[in-house]
């Protein structure tokens, strides 16, 4: 019956959204506090924040306007967002970790991209993600200390046919499990050193 079909819909969607809720809870949760910079220089932020001066509703398009400044959101900005606003702090980062566009810590020059949506999720991707964190020495939604490679849990990538799969930069990588994906992450970083110009004599 449609109804039916219509609830089934309703229900898996409702799944969906928990467990791309509870991926992005993980991911700030496991955010290490001394990934938090504050050494941002916050007088960039001075016309965004005149921009806005006293136009209602217009926290969402300053901490777009901050993260398209610095890449993410630097701890400063939310004591800036307040004191221009009068909203406090606290709800400002409220705001911040309820949405997933917005980062509150700097990511790395490769992004990659380990999708768990549901037929990823389901050919264990969970192993690819527990793979490269123990390889890279990170967690979910963090940045390795060079600042090379920051690692995520994204919902699906498009191209389920191939679960499980990754995505680092703008290339896409499908049928993995753990060990394939720490061996194209391997080569990847080989490439990279490859690439590094060489230091003139
Ligand atoms: S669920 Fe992973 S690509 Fe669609």
Do not use: W
């Not at 991926?23 to 001394?34: K, L, Y």
């Not at 504050?38 to 960039?44: M, T």
């Not at 900005?77 to 700097?106: C, H, M, N, W």
């Amino acid at each position: 019956m449609l109804s039916d079909r219509i609830a089934t819909l309703v229900r898996s969607r409702l799944l969906l959204n928990s467990i791309y809720l509870i991926m992005r809870i993980n991911r700030i949760a496991h955010t290490q506090h001394s990934q938090l910079k504050d050494d941002a220089d916050l007088s960039l932020m001075k016309p965004l924040l005149i921009k806005y001066d006293q136009k209602p509703g217009s926290l969402i398009p300053l901490l777009q306007g901050t993260q398209e400044l610095y890449g993410f959101l630097p701890s400063g900005a939310f004591k800036a967002i307040s004191e221009a606003t009068g909203i406090a702090p606290a709800d400002i980062y409220g705001v911040a970790t309820f949405y997933a566009q917005f980062r509150l810590s700097p990511v790395g020059k490769n992004i990659i991209k380990v999708c768990h949506g549901t037929a990823c999720h389901v050919q264990n991707a969970n192993a690819i993600t527990d793979a490269l964190k123990d390889h890279l020495g990170v967690n979910d939604g963090e940045t390795t200390a060079d600042g090379e490679f920051t690692l995520e849990s994204v919902a699906c990538l498009g191209c389920c046919s191939l679960a499980p799969v990754m995505m680092i930069g703008e290339n896409t990588y499908g049928k993995l499990n753990g060990k394939s994906a720490v061996k194209i992450l391997k080569e990847i970083k080989n490439q990279l050193c490859t690439d590094q110009p060489k230091a003139e004599k």
